[in-house]
């Protein structure tokens, strides 16, 4: 009882650390004034460094025998083209959904950003719905409609107490705001449909998640190559592929290919209580920190009563009738 108990706990913390972390140095690698590094490139690295986690993974499963790592590699992916070509999609669209995250911590601060982002359990239950023909019992819903209120009131503008009205500057603070949210809204989106279609193949065979997640490892440096390439070939070929790295940068994509990992060692620890828990521990967290560390951060009515509506949505969600695994497919995908 004791050892469960302890691993509930340090299944907690990890939660908390990991989220927390990986939102935070983000947001302060955007903002710190140096040499800005290509997030594109960083999520190709990231990508690539996953796919080595999960050969690796693969490795042990198979009692650390190169030979049997060969053969499952040749066996699952390379005679299995159609099926490997299934993951094309939705490491196409995580490779999208990286990007926009990197977008929307240039512009949201940490706290804004994770309650925002939330959007994902809506995004994920409506996918879930309308591909595996899941069910939401009426109190998911109304928990649904809280949500999309709350992150609502959080992204509100807020007029000038002096002459109620949106200043130069307030506007166009706001209109950065804005597009860090567009940002979140469409990688919420992303994130959603593709955890879903993640969580169709999986059902679909006996292939292990770490295979699945070389498969889409495959693609998504593929994918990331070509986002390079695409946008930004040019600085890549006068200053190079890793400008403007730092120690922070390499923890950001290292936590980046081990957080599903991590989540997805612990979680079957961590009950829902747990995790509803972690989560509004990590949202506090993010807004101490933005507020007092990175003075990013200046709380509002709206923002308070928004990320209310945000934490309540998600503990009346994760206790209704469960229908989605957020925590496991999307999670799992490392």
């Known amino acids: 009882m004791t050892k469960i108990y302890n691993r509930r706990w340090i299944s907690l913390v990890v939660l908390v650390c990991q989220t927390t972390s990986l939102v935070l140095l983000l947001r302060y690698s955007r903002t710190v004034h140096s040499e800005k590094y290509l997030p594109s490139t960083a999520i190709m690295t990231a990508e690539f460094l996953k796919g080595i986690i999960c050969i690796f993974l693969v490795w042990l499963e198979n009692d650390r025998s190169i030979n049997r790592v060969i053969l499952l590699i040749n066996k699952e992916i390379y005679n299995k083209p159609y099926d490997t070509m299934k993951l094309a999609i939705p490491s196409g669209l995580y490779a999208i959904q990286n990007n926009l995250l990197f977008i929307a911590l240039s512009y949201l601060n940490a706290a804004t950003f994770q309650v925002t982002y939330q959007l994902k359990l809506l995004t994920t239950a409506l996918f879930s ?138 979680i079957k620890y961590a009950d829902r209580n747990i995790r509803i828990f972690a989560t509004f521990l990590s949202i506090l967290f993010l807004s101490v920190i933005s507020y007092f560390v990175l003075h990013d951060l200046t709380p509002t009515l709206f923002f308070y009563i928004g990320t209310m509506c945000v934490l309540t949505a998600t503990f009346l969600y994760a206790w209704g009738k469960p229908i989605v695994t957020l925590w496991t497919t999307n999670q799992l995908r490392i």
């Open 129 to 266: 719905v309308f591909m595996l023909r899941k069910k939401i019992e009426k109190c998911q819903w109304f928990s649904l409609f809280m949500l999309a209120i709350g992150v609502a009131l959080v992204i509100w503008p807020i007029p000038d107490e002096s002459n109620k009205r949106l200043t130069a500057q307030n506007q166009a603070a706001w209109l950065q705001q804005m597009m860090g949210f567009c940002a979140v809204l469409v990688s919420a989106v992303t994130s959603g449909f593709a955890g879903v279609y993640f969580e169709q193949i999986l059902k679909t065979g006996p292939t292990s998640v770490w295979v699945r997640n070389i498969q889409l490892a495959i693609f998504g440096t593929i994918f990331g190559l070509l986002i390079v390439f695409y946008f930004d070939y040019k600085t890549v070929m006068d200053k190079g592929f890793f400008h403007g790295y730092t120690t922070i940068v390499w923890i950001v994509i290292f936590l980046q290919a081990t957080g599903g990992l991590i989540i997805g060692t612990v």
